[in-house]
């Protein structure tokens, strides 16, 4: 079982819906992260927050929009997707980002199927 | 330019077979290097943290080592549990970057 809680599982979505996915830990971590990742491939990093702060954001299109409502807590709003948007959506969590030797703890991820 | 390069990309071995992964690595400020494995359609799980060259960790069959360009995760004596694939992450001053992974099975 991971510390990181990542929900729903599966998701499928038309084009035209909006979702939402969720994640939630509670190791004090204050440092969420969102990546996307695509089959046999590494992930990709969307979006970083510190301290409930957007630190960073890969230049990622604005049909995903990150939200962060307390230090447990990652939101990931969905809107007017793509099918190439069919992914795997990981959310992780770490001490800090600028905290070295801090390894990122991973939930077991959001499968996401855009019709 | 920052990068993470893992060798081989996929690699079969049978069951008690040991052998080692790559990960080479060209970053500025180097802040941590960590080991993951990941099996299809999970999240990649916490494995090994390394800092220092010269640092070794060990869990269970596996063990990883450190030097100032590359890390390596031995297997030994390997089973078809150990089947998933590993990847390496290397942290500089608050960015993550991953290697592409080596896919690894092992046949009974």
């Known amino acids: 079982d991971t510390e990181v809680t990542q929900t729903p599982k599966h998701l499928v979505m038309g084009m035209t819906n909006k979702k939402s996915l969720k994640c939630e830990q509670h190791?004090?971590?204050?440092?969420m992260y969102w990546y996307k990742q695509k089959a046999k491939k590494p992930p990709e990093l969307m979006f970083v927050y510190s301290y409930e702060k957007l630190s960073i954001n890969e230049s990622v299109p604005s049909r995903f929009s990150p939200e962060c409502p307390n230090s447990s807590l990652l939101n990931l709003h969905l809107h007017a997707l793509q099918p190439e948007d069919s992914a795997l959506y990981l959310c992780?969590?770490?001490?800090?980002?600028?905290?070295?030797?801090?390894?990122?703890?991973f939930g077991d991820g959001t499968r996401l199927s855009i019709l | 330019e920052d990068q993470v390069t893992q060798s081989p990309e996929a690699l079969r071995l049978q069951e008690g077979e040991s052998s080692s992964l790559n990960c080479s690595y060209t970053v500025s400020g180097l802040r941590g290097l960590f080991w993951y494995r990941q099996d299809p359609g999970k999240g990649p799980e916490f494995l090994f943290t390394?800092?220092?060259a010269g640092e070794e960790k060990e869990k269970e069959r596996l063990k990883a080592t450190l030097t100032k360009k590359e890390s390596f995760l031995h297997i030994t004596a390997p089973k078809p549990e150990d089947s998933a694939t590993y990847l390496c992450a290397v942290q500089a001053w608050g960015q993550f970057y991953f290697g592409t992974g080596t896919s690894l099975t092992v046949i009974p």
């Open positions: 190791m004090g971590h204050r440092a």
């Open positions: 992780a969590s770490s001490h800090g980002p600028g905290q070295k030797n801090q390894p990122q703890h």
């Open positions: 390394l800092y220092s």
